[in-house]
């Protein structure tokens, strides 16, 4: 699959790995091929953030996301079904972080100290953005996978960096018509 990305795409994931270590995680998340999204210029993907309006709103980006990791990866839909049933998630949070430390429920953190020299792990979550990107590839018959491919695979996942970027404005629908018009035929961004 990835003899068929292109450099731009090449470069979110490598940029994702980058995130990763930074951030100190065990793994590489969605949340690192968002962020290393973000981070590009002159590509399709770049220009369908900046033509959406999330170039410019990358800490309050960051900011949701940090919410959804302190939640736990729960999007707002799950703490709303878990209120539905009588469970507080804000009430299960402050009694964690309050027992163990803020930024007890986020996961793939490292517990500090050495440093890997093997290559860093993909999450599920990420390894799935990749398969489903290759899929939309070939359902708009493109023979490559760009970085707008990985953009519209993260759109379309369910969970709270969707739900983030929903927020923000950047749903598949917006991100499609920014990049192929309406009728879904050629691309406008190029």
């Not at 470069?11 to 999204?37: F, K, N, P, Q």
Request: charged share 30%; net charge neutral.
């Amino acid at each position: 699959m990835f003899e068929r990305f292109t450099k731009d795409a090449r470069a979110v994931v490598e940029g994702a790995v980058l995130h990763s270590e930074r951030a100190g995680a065990e793994t590489v998340e969605e949340e690192h091929m968002l962020l290393a999204l973000l981070d590009r210029e002159g590509s399709r993907g770049s220009f369908a953030l900046t033509s959406l309006g999330l170039a410019g709103r990358r800490d309050s980006v960051e900011r949701d996301l940090a919410q959804a990791r302190r939640r736990g990866g729960l999007s707002r839909a799950d703490a709303d079904a878990l209120s539905g049933l009588g469970i507080d998630l804000s009430e299960i949070v402050s009694r964690v972080e309050e027992a163990h430390g803020e930024g007890a429920l986020e996961s793939g953190k490292r517990d500090g100290g050495t440093r890997r020299a093997r290559r860093r792990p993909f999450a599920q979550g990420a390894k799935d953005v990749l398969t489903q990107s290759l899929r939309i590839a070939l359902a708009r018959r493109d023979r490559f996978i760009g970085d707008e491919h990985l953009l519209m695979a993260l759109t379309v996942r369910p969970g709270a960096l969707a739900e983030v970027l929903a927020d923000h404005g950047v749903t598949y629908e917006a991100v499609t018509r920014v990049l192929y018009g309406d009728g879904g035929g050629a691309a406008k961004a190029g």
